[in-house]
């Protein structure tokens, strides 16, 4: 575990479930087509992705979801708690994140950020990160997930929608 006098942080464990999901509602991050808790699922079914849970005075405050597919390193689901951010939390979730990748040999991490986005996308520039020119694509493999993707609202808020 890493830590600090103000941040605990550790991988999740299941007793965390309910209130990571809780943290991802409050950031805005949670969308109609991503079942968050099959997500988690997914993540933990594999040794190349991992959730890290940020704790204060035993509450979970922050989550970020990070894996590597054999080639590129991704961040997902970051979350300060709504009540905590402005105090560096965020930026020591994405380091701890990103040491995680380069202890596996990982040279590049990505974040896919929505273009309306621009709170995020500043807060990823302060730590460095560039705008990557190529165009990300995709196609849903599971049609009950893209059909509820489909009808686009007018903009689903903060966050990621992948
Ligand atoms: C985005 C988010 C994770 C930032 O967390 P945070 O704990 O407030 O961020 P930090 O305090 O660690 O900020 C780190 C740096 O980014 C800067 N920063 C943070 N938000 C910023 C913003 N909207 N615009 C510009 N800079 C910003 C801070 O000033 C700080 O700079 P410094 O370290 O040089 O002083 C948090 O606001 C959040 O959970 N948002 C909702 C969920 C979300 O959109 N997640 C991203 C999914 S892609």
């Known amino acids: 575990m890493w830590s600090d006098s103000a941040l605990d942080i550790r991988a999740y464990t299941a007793e965390d479930r309910r209130a990571v999901v809780a943290l991802w509602q409050a950031a805005g991050l949670l969308r109609p087509w991503n079942d968050p808790e099959r997500d988690i699922d997914l993540c933990c079914s594999s040794s190349e992705s991992e959730i890290f849970v940020g704790v204060r005075e035993d509450r979970a405050i922050a989550a ?33 994140a990103e040491g995680w990748l380069a202890s596996r040999g990982v040279p590049k991490v990505h974040i896919m950020i929505r273009e309306t986005n621009l709170d995020v996308q500043a807060f990823y520039r302060r730590l460095g990160y560039e705008d990557n020119p190529c165009r990300v694509m995709q196609r849903w493999l599971d049609p009950a997930a893209g059909a509820l993707a489909a009808p686009k609202t007018a903009d689903p808020g903060a966050g990621t929608s992948d």
């Open 64 to 96: 970020i979801m990070v894996g590597h597919d054999g080639h590129r390193g991704w961040l997902y689901y970051l979350a300060v708690d709504p009540g905590s951010t402005g105090q560096g939390f965020g930026r020591r979730m994405v380091e701890h």
